[in-house]
T-cell receptor, first 114, second 113 residues
Framework: GENVEQHPSTLSVQEGDSAVIKCTYS??????FPWYKQELGKGPQLIID?????GEKKDQRIAVTLNKTAKHFSLHITETQPEDSAVYFC?????????????FGRGTSLIVHP | DTAVSQTPKYLVTQMGNDKSIKCEQN?????MYWYKQDSKKFLKIMFS???????INETVPNRFSPKSPDKAHLNLHINSLELGDSAVYFC????????????FGQGTRLTVV
């Protein structure tokens, strides 16, 4: 089955710095890659996603890049703010019949120091 | 209006009991999921329902059973609860024909004592 590796497990940055979280996946059939932000005591929230036919996608301070050949994708957060502090999860989905099977990375705890 | 709501938020129960967690979504999505998040924050999918049909069933014990009375609801029933079942359970929904990324509920923290 699919295996998703996520690094680093913890990332500490100063406010205003950039943060990069990287994920690799094993199954070349995976074709949809969402990123989630989970704040303490809440459910994961979808923040950005990318499909396999796209190499990069941006939404204000966050961006995701995908390298299909190398089977890795990354989340980039620029000008980090304390409210960006949370656990971030990547996921890889592959189609099975009419639906997508998601596999999650183990999460990255991002700490932004004021 | 909460998009994906699950109840209860907290559930403390004794080993051996049977319990249920309810989930409802008002997004009109056609697929609903149950996830388990352990103490190390690892998220693992347990079940997925699409149009009242079970389409994913990870290797979870058969003490866990999803029940979908209609497209907007997917409840989780757990029989003979064990200490190892303690975790946070999340319900989620998505629209598979469009954007498969899921909308999650707030979670139910289950503690088995």
């Amino acid at each position: 089955g699919e295996n998703v590796e996520q690094h680093p497990s913890t990332l500490s940055v100063q406010e205003g710095d950039s943060a990069v979280i990287k994920c690799t996946y094993s199954d070349s059939a995976s074709n949809y890659f969402p990123w989630y932000k989970q704040e303490l005591g809440k459910g994961p929230q979808l923040i950005i996603d990318i499909r396999s036919n796209v190499g990069e996608k941006k939404d204000q301070r966050i961006a995701v890049t995908l390298n299909k050949t190398a089977k890795h994708f990354s989340l980039h957060i620029t000008e980090t703010q304390p409210e960006d502090s949370a656990v971030y999860f990547c996921a890889a989905h592959k189609a099975s019949g009419g639906s997508y099977i998601p596999t999650f990375g183990r999460g990255t705890s991002l700490i932004v120091h004021p | 209006d909460t998009a994906v709501s699950q109840t209860p938020k907290y559930l403390v129960t004794q080993m051996g009991n049977d319990k249920s967690i309810k989930c409802e979504q008002n997004l009109g999505h056609d697929t609903m999921y149950w996830y388990k998040q352990d103490s190390k924050k690892f998220l693992k999918i347990m079940f997925s329902y699409n149009n009242k049909e079970l389409i994913i069933n990870e290797t979870v014990p058969n003490r866990f059973s999803p029940k979908s009375p209609d497209k907007a609801h997917l409840n989780l029933h757990i029989n003979s609860l064990e200490l190892g079942d303690s975790a946070v359970y999340f319900c989620a929904s998505s629209q598979e024909g469009g954007r498969p990324g899921a909308f999650f509920g707030q979670g139910t923290r289950l503690t088995v004592v």
